[in-house]
Structures are given as structure tokens and as C-alpha cells.
């Protein structure tokens, strides 16, 4: 028998191995590819490093290490020679998926992204409260084995803005100046909403990210939702396109020039083995960084006072909001990739954005010496 936590070096049984620390496994010069799932931003960076140092592939899962500092992460990736990929399954690699179909077929891409479900309310969920709003009580959960802190992180807001600002950074498309709106719109409606403002929509620009929500915010549940699904929205190019979408019933809005594709369900880890695939036998990735556009950005769920401790994705202080990279990085605002278990040192009122200079000085870590790499290249590609 094994103790998992008096191991100190890994043990290696044929092809089972026993090891404390996830390093040591990602630099094995054996492995041919590292799938990262710890959905801990400082740790998927510290594995990820390792395994490029290894020159392995890495699948990375953990999104929140791809919102956090992606763009360096893939640079490192880049120059060691191997592919760092978004993982298929989780919802902005079959989102780069849709947007990719739609591109190269010629199609301008109005707006993309997923649903959830959503009330305004929510940001200022915590894991205590969690449970009420998904109608289980904590038994259930419990007996389920559900983490409260993950699930608050998808509920909140916080994942929706980590998963869409890694795909704007994936794709190039814009993110919304002050947050994502969260309309709340059936498949039925996206073409007519989700479009820009002078030709009838909500956006204010087109090609953006965004995320819909399964409720209206009376809090019923829309027929037609797209609460596990993931979508894109585009623009004929001629009229004859038009006439096409009209004859093979693609779904348009009232001018029939927007049209809508979208997949209903993702099914997270039960389609990761299309990236594994991917990147070894084709030595590509399913959907991968390659710029700084979007940042989800630490904002105060309540009143905070200096000397508060910040608890980080899902908990009971902040929560993360899409903001563009631009406008975080003239705010100086804290990540939430970064925001755990650190103390304020000002305090903080409710829904106003924490700026580095909030809190005290944070830990020196790869994830933090990557992020301030991205920070200095966006910075430096702001001047040319």
C-alpha cells in the first residue's frame, strides 16, 4: 500500500505512476503529452513550464492559467517547439471551433461565445450561498460531490469572464468595454440581438465575445436557452449568401444578413482526446492564445476593509469581470488568476475593480513573472 502523502519522489509501476508533485511528472522526458487539470492558475503554470522544458505538449484544461498569462505561456510554448492547447470539450476550444467554420468559409464574425445561467444577483454569490441559487441543498451537494468555491466560480460570473477572455486572446475578437452583458436570449433571438447597435442589436461593436444567459431576469427559464451550448453569429457577404441561408433554413435575424450556428451541449472531458489527437498527430492545437485583448480583473462583491484577506476565483470577496487589456492594464487591476490569499491594504467598495496597488505585495511565482511578461509586451506593443 501507498501513502500519497509520504511520497517524496515518484514511483513507477509499468506504465502507473505515484508522485506528490505534478513537476516532477510534467518534466519526465517520457511523456509525449501533459493534459494540466488542476484548475489552479500557479500550479498549470508551473506544470506547463516543466512539460515545455521536456519538450511535451501540454493540453491545458486549467483556463484560468490561459486567462492569466497565455500569451507568455505560449510563447515559452512556441520557442521549446510544442503545442500548448486549449482543451476540446470545455466550451472556447469548440467556440474557436464555430468561429474558425464560419471564417474560413468567409463569413464576417459578428459575436461569439456560450450560455449560462445568469442573474445580476449573482456576482455577490458566495459558497455559502451557492447552493440556493442552483436549487440543491448542501447535503445533495455534498453527497454529490460538489466543491461550493467551483461551483460559485461558474455562478458569479467569474468563469464566464476567464473562459471568454481566453477566447477573445485565442481568436482576436474585441471584449465589451465595461463587462460581459449576459442577455438573456434563446437560440431563436441571437441573430437579432446580438448584432450591433445601429443595425438593431446590443453590441457596440461587431466582433466581440459575449455570454447569454438560460434566464430572463425575472428569473424564468427561457424555452429555447442555450444554458450548456456554445454559439457564433455572422454576416452574409452578398445577397446571394442571403438567399442561401433563406433556402437551407439557416437561422437569421429580421433583415436575414445575421445569421447563427451554434452547438446545443459540451461535454468537457469526455471530448479532450480530439486535443490529445490533435496535437500529436497533427502537431496543432484545438484553439490557442496568441495575444493579450481581454482580462478578467478582480471586483469587490461587498464592502472590503484594508487588511481583509482576498479568497480568490469563486470565493467570498471577488469576482471576475471581462474587461479589455487595455483598460486593465491603465487601471493597474489585480487578475483574479491572482487574487487568493492576498491581504488589502485599502479598502475596497462593493463592485469597484482592485488595483495591484490595493494590496500588499503578492508572491513571487512563475504565474506572476509570466503575467508581468505579458503585461511588459502588451505595454511595448501599445508603442509601435
Known sequence: ELNKNSLTEAIKF?????????VELAQSEELDLVIEATGNPEAGVDH????FEAKTH????TVEADALCGAALVKRANHAGVVCSMAYGDQPALICELIERVKTS???VICAGKGTQYLPIYHKSTPETVWNYY????????AGGMNSKMFNSFLDGTKSAI????LANATGLKVPENGLLFPAVGTSRLANVLKPKEFGGILDNSGTVEVVSSLSREGKEIPDNLRWGVFVVFKSDSKYTEQCFREYGVPVDDSGEYATLWRPIHLIGSELGFSVA???LDNRSTGSTKMFIGDAVSVAKRNLKAGDILDGEGGTTVWGKLIPASKSISLNALPIGLAHNVKLINNISEGQVISQKDISAISESNAYTLRKEMEADFIESQKN
Do not use: K, P, R
Open 106 to 108: 468567409g463569413f464576417e
Open 135 to 142: 436549487g440543491l441543498s448542501s447535503q445533495e451537494a455534498q
Open 278 to 280: 490533435t496535437a500529436l
Open 48 to 51: 506547463c513550464l516543466a512539460a
Open 14 to 22: 509499468d506504465d502507473i505512476w505515484f508522485t506528490n508533485s505534478g
Open 163 to 166: 473562459e471568454m477572455g481566453a
Open 58 to 61: 501540454v493540453v491545458l484544461v
